[in-house]
T-cell receptor, first 111, second 117 residues
Framework: GQQLNQSPQSMFIQEGEDVSMNCTSSSIFNTWLWYKQDPGEGPVLLIALYKAGELTSNGRLTAQFGITRKDSFLNISASIPSDVGIYFCAGRETSGSRLTFGEGTQLTVNP | GAVVSQHPSRVICKSGTSVKIECRSLDFQATTMFWYRQFPKQSLMLMATSNEGSKATYEQGVEKDKFLINHASLTLSTLTVTSAHPEDSSFYIC?????????????FGPGTRLTVT
């Protein structure tokens, strides 16, 4: 199926640093979702975005729905070791409930 | 809220046998459930979408006779891998979407690691 372009593929940062990752698509999406997946676990929903331009925070996480409706970014401020994991963006096109997933960003935080 | 469970969490089976994986929404009614497959270090690949009381919709390339999906109630969907082969070894994850509230939020189960020997 269609894939979103998610970048970067991996990041290695020091504890306390801020992190930014993004997803772009050739299609217009009506919904953007950001998930985190720990090894051997299912993805956990972090933030859901429903309107172009929407900026939503969840603790140290902030995500935005791009104005063009073809992109979204996720920022993590003041990273901590438990932020380690794989972050996936997911988008929903204009019809149906099917989600398209990005390829993931592997985040490593060094204490 | 929005808890989804899967059982079993891990299963090892012999080639040629069938394996059933259960997905349950514990605190909400799921009008739609989804089954994904994930290979190591890869993204989630949607296999099929199942709506309660109707036949599942399979993604292109997914054999419906091999991956049997049943969504008999608003809280339970099952995936049966029939005549499993080693190439079916993977991490299978279900998700559930509530029919109310924020309609497009999918909540995922913890996954089932299938190993076919």
């Amino acid at each position: 199926g269609q894939q979103l372009n998610q970048s970067p593929q991996s990041m290695f940062i020091q504890e306390g640093e801020d992190v930014s990752m993004n997803c772009t698509s050739s299609s217009i999406f009506n919904t953007w979702l950001w998930y985190k997946q720990d090894p051997g676990e299912g993805p956990v929903l972090l933030i859901a975005l429903y309107k172009a331009g929407e900026l939503t925070s969840n603790g140290r996480l902030t995500a935005q729905f791009g104005i063009t409706r073809k992109d979204s970014f996720l920022n993590i401020s003041a990273s901590i070791p438990s932020d380690v994991g794989i972050y996936f963006c997911a988008g929903r096109e204009t019809s149906g409930s099917r989600l398209t997933f990005g390829e993931g960003t592997q985040l490593t935080v060094n204490p | 809220g929005a808890v989804v469970s899967q059982h079993p969490s891990r299963v090892i089976c012999k080639s040629g046998t069938s394996v059933k994986i259960e997905c349950r929404s514990l605190d909400f009614q799921a009008t739609t459930m989804f089954w994904y497959r994930q290979f190591p270090k890869q993204s989630l690949m949607l296999m099929a979408t199942s709506n309660e009381g109707s036949k599942a919709t399979y993604e292109q390339g997914v054999e419906k006779d091999k991956f049997l999906i049943n969504h008999a109630s608003l809280t339970l969907s099952t995936l049966t891998v029939t005549s499993a082969h080693p190439e079916d070894s993977s991490f299978y994850i279900c998700s559930a979407k509530s029919g109310t509230g924020k309609s497009y939020e999918q909540y995922f189960g913890p996954g089932t690691r299938l190993t076919v020997t």
